[in-house]
């Protein structure tokens, strides 16, 4: 099936520190949508995006949709402790929203 | 309060012996899903059902069964266990009217298959 790559896997930074993460895809996605995870929890949507180059903050993070529309990109400005979980991008590949196809995720984990 | 209600959130289970997973949602939505999660590998869809007697197979569909008599319950079964099925399951839900509407999550079903 399709395969939503994510990196870094996991980083560990320091309070207050701003991160960077992406998605990328090997086929078109229409769609992209970041979820994050805490732990024993299911995850929860952060941001969803819908045209390719659009940019779309919530609070402290922004994410973008790639231009080529095989990729996305999340980033958290001013980490605090309770940004602590795994980061998933997800979307239904080109087509079809039955279909709700999520990453590898990344872990982020920050030091107070 | 609107949720996802998955059961049970721990199960230690032996190979071969069939289980359900149960999940219910309070949300009237029409779309359900069921995923795992495994490190290294994120959330792997199943099954995924739009409406109730409606269901389609996921990316990992093999080794499980999934039924959608009422639209509030996706029961996810396993027929006969594999240790490969180890894993965490999450059930999800989310109104019919596609991509723009988030998935629920529930919090998540830890297997264990010695």
């Known amino acids: 099936g399709q395969q939503l790559n994510q990196s870094p896997q996991s980083m560990f930074i320091q309070e207050g520190e701003d991160v960077s993460m992406n998605c990328t895809s090997s086929?078109?996605?229409?769609?992209w949508l970041w979820y994050k995870q805490e732990p024993g929890e299911g995850p929860v949507l952060l941001i969803a995006?819908?045209?390719?180059?659009e940019l779309t903050s919530n609070g402290r993070l922004t994410a973008q949709f790639g231009i080529t529309r095989k990729d996305s990109f999340l980033n958290i400005s001013a980490s605090i402790p309770s940004d602590v979980g795994i980061y998933f991008c997800a979307g239904p590949p080109s087509g079809g929203y039955q279909k709700v196809t999520f990453g590898t995720g990344t872990k982020l984990q920050v030091i107070p | 309060e609107a949720q996802v209600t998955q059961n049970p959130r721990y199960l230690i289970t032996v190979t071969g012996k069939k289980l359900t997973v149960t999940c219910s949602q309070n949300?009237?939505?029409?779309?359900m899903s069921w995923y795992r999660q495994d490190p290294g590998l994120g959330l792997r869809q199943i099954y995924y059902?739009?409406?109730?007697?409606?269901?389609d197979k996921g990316d990992v569909p093999e080794g499980y069964k999934v039924s959608r008599k009422e639209k509030r319950n996706f029961p996810l079964i396993l027929e006969s266990p594999s240790p490969n099925q180890t894993s965490l399951y999450f059930c999800a839900s989310r109104d019919g009217q596609g991509y723009n509407s988030p998935l629920h999550f529930g919090n998540g079903t830890r297997l264990t298959v010695t």
């Open positions: 949300m009237n939505h029409e779309y």
């Open positions: 059902s739009m409406n109730v007697e409606v269901t």
């Open positions: 086929s078109i996605f229409n769609t």
């Open positions: 995006l819908y045209k390719a180059g």
